[in-house]
């Protein structure tokens, strides 16, 4: 366990109190040095049903833990006496410019880990120079957000199908006007799931942006639509000319039929173990989707348990564009807002530019999948 940066002592205080004192600043105790730090430190300083509701998997949670440990199975086989001396990491998303191929993946509720939420994420985006997908379930305002990513952030929102269709145009107009790059519709979130977060009661003052005015009582009835299909993709298409993305798709059938219905993006994701447990780990359902839409112009990204830089390198050469990670930057809100989100973005960042020298990959194109390969004896193991 990661004990380092909180003393023992403190830990036990939380536990006779429930949560640390208020006065007791965090972020003042040691550095974290790797992303798993963050959790370890959010697990002591959150209330636990905050903590409970971000971090947890639906139950037993094989595929919340497999997101992360699959990765482990891929093993790296670096090429040496290569000039690694300058490395670029440089990439694009549907077109726009990111410094590295490392974005934040959307998650509701910013601002139970920090009071300044959204904004101290996209602060953190903007100052490092990647992109975030704006969850539907944001704190902040959208305009706010893209305010606070400007000039350097790349902005796409996120949004489902809702039951009320006039929810859905609302935010498919307010990222038009607030210059979001590409809608990402959330497919594998089709019913509601309160999983072990079902005792979390969200302080008064915590407002859901894009449902200011639903009742919370109401709200599961607009949103909640058990009776989404491909049409109303198709729809939202007649609606708005940005590009889609789709969130959630893990088969090669899937993404053939993506490509049938113009979806310019898929990000391989099982809403980081969120969702229906037993499904496979992202990085083993990489391949088969990169595989259906090779040939075409469809990018491919993940998400789901990417906690290191090699995790970054081994989802490149399975062929994914570019990456995103969800928990981790809560963490980071956690520990000390949009300081603490930025120091994960930059470990990460850092830990992926070694990667990549110690592999002989000057260029994110030298990244092939003859990089890697699956450890059987390892999965034998599991
Ligand atoms: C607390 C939390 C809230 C989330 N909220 C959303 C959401 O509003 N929309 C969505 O598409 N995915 C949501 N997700 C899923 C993330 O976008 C992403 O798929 C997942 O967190 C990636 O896995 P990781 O946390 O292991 O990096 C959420 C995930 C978490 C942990």
Redesign the pocket.
Known sequence: MHMSFLSVRAYHMRNALGRLPLNLNMASQHKPVCLKDFEEHARLVLPDPVYR???HGFYPEQT?RD??EAFKRYRLRPRLLRDVSKRDMRTTMLGQDIAFPIAV?????HCLAHNDGELATARAVGSVGTGM?L????NSTMEDVAAALFPNGLRWA?L?IFKDLSLVRRIVKKAETNGYGAL?V?ID?PVSNKGPWGSLRIPPHIKMANFADVELSRLSSVVINESVTWKDIDWLHSITSLPIVL??IRTGEMAREALNHNIAGI?V??????NLDGLPA?IDALSEVVEAVRGSCMEVYL?????TGTDVLKALALGARAV?????I?WGLAYDGEAGARTVLEIIRDEFSLAMALSGCPKLSDITPDLVIRDLRYSAKL
């Not at 993946?105 to 509720?109: G, L, N």
């Not at 998400?303 to 906690?307: F, K, L, T, Y």
Request: proline share 5%.
């Open positions: 509701y971000y971090s919340l997101n992360e993946a959307p998650t509701s509720m997908i969850s539907a379930g944001t996120q489902y990402v959330t979130y969130k959630g990000v994701s099982n809403t980081g173990g969120r992202t998400d789901g348990g990417v906690r995103f990670i969800g928990r981790p809560i």
